[in-house]
């Protein structure tokens, strides 16, 4: 629905930026005052503009993959674009009520340099984006607890395996999780990218994640991705109908050696417990019921360490609360892009990183995987290392 609401304002905001993109290429060179040059520009301008929208309408292969392709890359340099577009338009409206209008800055010669610069600022900020979004982190925290335990556990999220994430990446990151010999790999929701036919030889993938070695193994909740479901620029559309999860979802994760956690706690080793919770978005598409902190964690022997699996990092002093040691989730990508990084710290009260609740600590993850635009600017992607009870 968000995505139904959005639509207008894209559409004005690229009308804006064309707008400024076309004056400044006039000045930089006569040729671009050429009518049939200036409906060359257009075209190709509303080509990926409307990316967003031609690769939501048009499903066959390969067409629909390289539109979507296009189009979360476009995605990501025009929200730059258009950041960048908005600040020089707003400071030549300063200095054209000021005494600036005799500066250079001003002049024909300086509107050019200061375009030229702004594009090949974005172009080389998106291009540094893409590169660091591939490259996956290693981070360490320590946990202290007062309990008898010591464990090692390998945390990840966000996988988004699409369009954007695949065999490259999942081989990366279970070679770095595998270095670490981990007691237990967690997953905390996200996995898939809402299709499962975007995932490049799936089966693949799936005998990559089955690679992960750990004493008690690999275990995941769900996100609020992991719904087959169609999207646009990223949103998903509400609709009153139950949504259905496609099974090839659980035929990968039982290839994949995973073992998935919808409410549902597990002692494992009579060393630890370990609970998954459902997703609050997935849920109310599938018009399913979650238990809350009190309703899942109610029974447990409270002398073992009771972690906690949960996609978005919410209700965390409920689940302190409820008897939970730590709590491991994802959801925010720590933004991904800046300053969404800045955004979702006033969002979350745990947005990445770690934070003590109550008793409870709270880990949260920046994630593998990406949403939208393959780039990750001012964040990185990461494999979260946890030493329990050091």
């Given at each position: 629905?968000?995505?139904?609401?959005?639509?207008?304002?894209?559409?004005?905001?690229?009308?804006?930026?064309?707008?400024?993109?076309?004056?400044?290429?006039?000045?930089?060179?006569?040729?671009?005052?050429?009518?049939?040059?200036?409906?060359?520009?257009?075209?190709?301008?509303?080509?990926?503009?409307?990316?967003?929208?031609?690769?939501?309408?048009?499903?066959?292969?390969?067409?629909?993959?390289?539109?979507?392709?296009?189009?979360?890359?476009?995605?990501?340099?025009?929200?730059?674009?258009?950041?960048?577009?908005?600040?020089?338009?707003?400071?030549?409206?300063?200095?054209?009520?000021?005494?600036?209008?005799?500066?250079?800055?001003?002049?024909?010669?300086?509107?050019?340099?200061?375009?030229?610069?702004?594009?090949?600022?974005?172009?080389?900020?998106?291009?540094?984006?893409?590169?660091?979004?591939?490259?996956?982190?290693?981070?360490?925290?320590?946990?202290?607890?007062?309990?008898?335990?010591?464990?090692?556990?390998?945390?990840?999220?966000?996988?988004?395996?699409?369009?954007?994430?695949?065999?490259?990446?999942?081989?990366?990151?279970?070679?770095?999780?595998?270095?670490?010999?981990?007691?237990?790999?967690?997953?905390?929701?996200?996995?898939?990218?809402?299709?499962?036919?975007?995932?490049?030889?799936?089966?693949?993938?799936?005998?990559?994640?089955?690679?992960?070695?750990?004493?008690?193994?690999?275990?995941?909740?769900?996100?609020?991705?992991?719904?087959?479901?169609?999207?646009?620029?990223?949103?998903?559309?509400?609709?009153?109908?139950?949504?259905?999860?496609?099974?090839?979802?659980?035929?990968?994760?039982?290839?994949?050696?995973?073992?998935?956690?919808?409410?549902?706690?597990?002692?494992?080793?009579?060393?630890?417990?370990?609970?998954?919770?459902?997703?609050?978005?997935?849920?109310?598409?599938?018009?399913?019921?979650?238990?809350?902190?009190?309703?899942?964690?109610?029974?447990?022997?409270?002398?073992?360490?009771?972690?906690?699996?949960?996609?978005?990092?919410?209700?965390?002093?409920?689940?302190?609360?409820?008897?939970?040691?730590?709590?491991?989730?994802?959801?925010?990508?720590?933004?991904?892009?800046?300053?969404?990084?800045?955004?979702?710290?006033?969002?979350?009260?745990?947005?990445?990183?770690?934070?003590?609740?109550?008793?409870m600590y709270s880990i949260v993850t920046s994630g593998?995987?990406?949403?939208?635009?393959?780039?990750?600017?001012?964040?990185?992607?990461?494999?979260?290392?946890?030493?329990?009870?050091?």
């Amino acid at each position: 629905m968000l995505a139904i609401f959005l639509a207008p304002v894209y559409i004005l905001a690229n009308v804006f930026t064309a707008y400024w993109l076309l004056r400044w290429m006039k000045e930089v060179h006569p040729l671009f005052r050429h009518p049939a040059v200036l409906g060359v520009i257009l075209v190709l301008y509303a080509f990926f503009a409307l990316s967003l929208l031609t690769s939501f309408l048009i499903k066959r292969d390969p067409v629909h993959r390289i539109l979507k392709v296009i189009s979360n890359c476009w995605l990501g340099m025009y929200l730059y674009f258009l950041g960048f577009t908005a600040i020089l338009v707003l400071l030549r409206f300063i200095f054209a009520h000021t005494a600036l209008t005799k500066t250079w800055l001003y002049s024909p010669m300086g509107l050019k340099a200061v375009g030229l610069g702004a594009i090949l600022f974005v172009t080389g900020m998106c291009i540094y984006g893409m590169v660091h979004a591939v490259h996956i982190y290693t981070t360490r925290y320590e946990v202290p607890s007062k309990k008898d335990a010591h464990l090692k556990i390998a945390l990840v999220a966000d996988l988004h395996l699409g369009y954007s994430i695949g065999s490259h990446q999942m081989e990366e990151m279970v070679e770095k999780i595998n270095a670490e010999e981990p007691d237990v790999v967690v997953i905390a929701g996200d996995i898939f990218d809402n299709e499962y036919d975007a995932i490049y030889e799936p089966d693949r993938v799936a005998d990559l994640l089955a690679g992960l070695k750990s004493r008690y193994g690999t275990y995941a909740c769900y996100g609020n991705h992991d719904l087959d479901e169609k999207i646009l620029a990223g949103f998903t559309f509400e609709t009153k109908e139950e949504r259905i999860a496609d099974r090839r979802f659980g035929e990968f994760l039982d290839r994949a050696k995973i073992h998935l956690l919808e409410d549902d706690v597990v002692c494992i080793d009579d060393a630890f417990y370990l609970a998954g919770r459902k997703d609050p978005d997935r849920i109310r598409k599938t018009q399913e019921t979650r238990d809350t902190p009190s309703e899942l964690l109610t029974g447990l022997d409270q002398s073992l360490p009771v972690f906690v699996i949960d996609h978005q990092p919410s209700e965390l002093t409920e689940l302190a609360e409820a008897g939970a040691d730590l709590d491991l989730g994802g959801h925010t990508h720590d933004g991904q892009l800046f300053p969404g990084n800045i955004l979702t710290g006033l969002m979350w009260e745990n947005a990445c990183g770690m934070k003590k609740v109550g008793d409870m600590y709270s880990i949260v993850t920046s994630g593998v995987g990406l949403w939208g635009p393959p780039m990750r600017i001012g964040t990185k992607a990461e494999v979260v290392i946890i030493d329990y009870g050091k």
